[in-house]
Nanobody, 125 residues
Framework: VQLVESGGDSVQSGGSLRISCRAS????????MAWFRQAPGKEREGVAF????????YYADSVKGRFTISLDDAKNTLYLHMDSLKPEDTAMYYC???????????????????RGQGTQVTVSS
């Protein structure tokens, strides 16, 4: 499985951005899919998660109400729509995927098996 992110950019605080992740296979509707981010000198942070098969989504408290994760199964693409961006959202954003086990996504997002190369999001004040 290959994951390719795109859409990272530099935006002003309060702005919006949508980043995308194209999968090489038809997995976005079947696998555990998520985004995590990492800023220089900081630990990786799971940002948003979706498991279409289980009908579940999850957002970190730091982005809840501002970020929305979605997927387009027909396009094998995962999205992260980000509103009300803050300078502290500045980071490299990674798309990750993992095969569910017995219908559950049991691993932490940062330990998912497949990862893209990342796309940079920079928010200036």
């Amino acid at each position: 499985v290959q994951l390719v992110e795109s859409g990272g950019d530099s935006v002003q605080s309060g702005g919006s951005l949508r980043i995308s992740c194209r999968a090489s296979r038809d997995i976005v509707g079947m696998y555990c899919m998520a985004w995590f981010r990492q800023a220089p000198g900081k630990e990786r942070e799971g940002v948003a998660f979706v498991y279409f098969g289980g009908g579940s989504t999850y957002y970190a408290d730091s982005v809840k109400g501002r970020f929305t994760i979605s997927l387009d199964d027909a396009k094998n693409t995962l999205y992260l729509h980000m509103d009300s961006l803050k300078p502290e959202d500045t980071a490299m954003y990674y798309c990750v995927a993992d095969r569910p086990f017995n219908g559950y996504c049991s691993r932490p997002v940062v330990d998912f098996a497949y990862r893209g190369q990342g796309t940079q999001v920079t928010v200036s004040s």
